[in-house]
């Protein structure tokens, strides 16, 4: 399925200006901002009724990018990065049955402070799946992707079982994948330190 280029604009004309999107992903429908602006991040907090001690993660198009937002990304993660990723070339649906994986980096640097956690990381996901994909490529920042639920509330599965109060509260919710049935799960979490130490936090 391809994405509708209108779609794209309207989506980043909104992030451009601070708003909040719902929008699909790799894994679970999610609610999004730029990551680098932090008074849209507390938006985003406020909107899910979330505190801002707990972190969200962010998507980005490229491994390339990773060391620009940290400080020094440990082997380790490359290595896990190599292990778990698809062809840039693939189309989604090739490679749609493989579980994302989400990196807890430590370090993190140039993403709005509400979004870091108390110890410094930031946790980071590469997005292969085309509509988050063209979002970060276009936005040129990263992109808050964190569950379109209230917090403390059931994660929807695909985009029917997300709740009208979160529909309401976003600036604007995006049209691809709407119809897909397929239920979606959240990514795996590793968390990788610098002595190249890792602790699994969701498989």
């Given at each position: ?49 979330r505190e801002e001690s707990k ?69 980071i996901r590469i997005t292969h ?75």
């Amino acid at each position: 399925m391809r994405y509708d280029k209108e779609d794209i604009q309207a989506a980043l004309r909104v992030l451009r200006e601070g708003g909040i999107i719902v929008y699909p992903t790799d894994t679970v429908w999610g609610l999004g901002c730029d990551a680098t602006d932090a008074e849209a991040v507390k938006r985003l907090y406020a909107l899910k009724e979330r505190e801002e001690s707990k972190s969200m993660l962010v998507l980005l198009d490229s491994p390339a990018k990773l060391n620009y937002y940290v400080t020094d990304v440990p082997e380790a993660a490359w290595a896990l990065l190599e292990a778990s990723d698809y062809s840039e070339n693939s189309d989604y649906s090739e490679f749609s049955d493989q579980k994302p994986l989400t990196i807890i980096y430590p370090g993190a640097r140039n993403i709005a402070a509400n979004l870091i956690a108390e110890d410094g990381s930031i946790g980071i996901r590469i997005t292969h799946e085309p509509f988050s994909k063209a979002l970060c490529e276009q936005l040129r920042h990263p992109l808050v992707s964190t569950s379109a639920n209230i917090s403390g509330h059931p994660t929807a599965r695909f985009f029917r079982e997300i709740e009208q109060a979160v529909l309401d509260r976003a600036d604007y919710v995006c049209r691809y994948r709407r119809e897909d049935d397929v239920p979606c799960e959240p990514s795996s979490i590793i968390q990788v330190n610098t002595d190249g130490t890792f602790r699994i936090i969701r498989e």
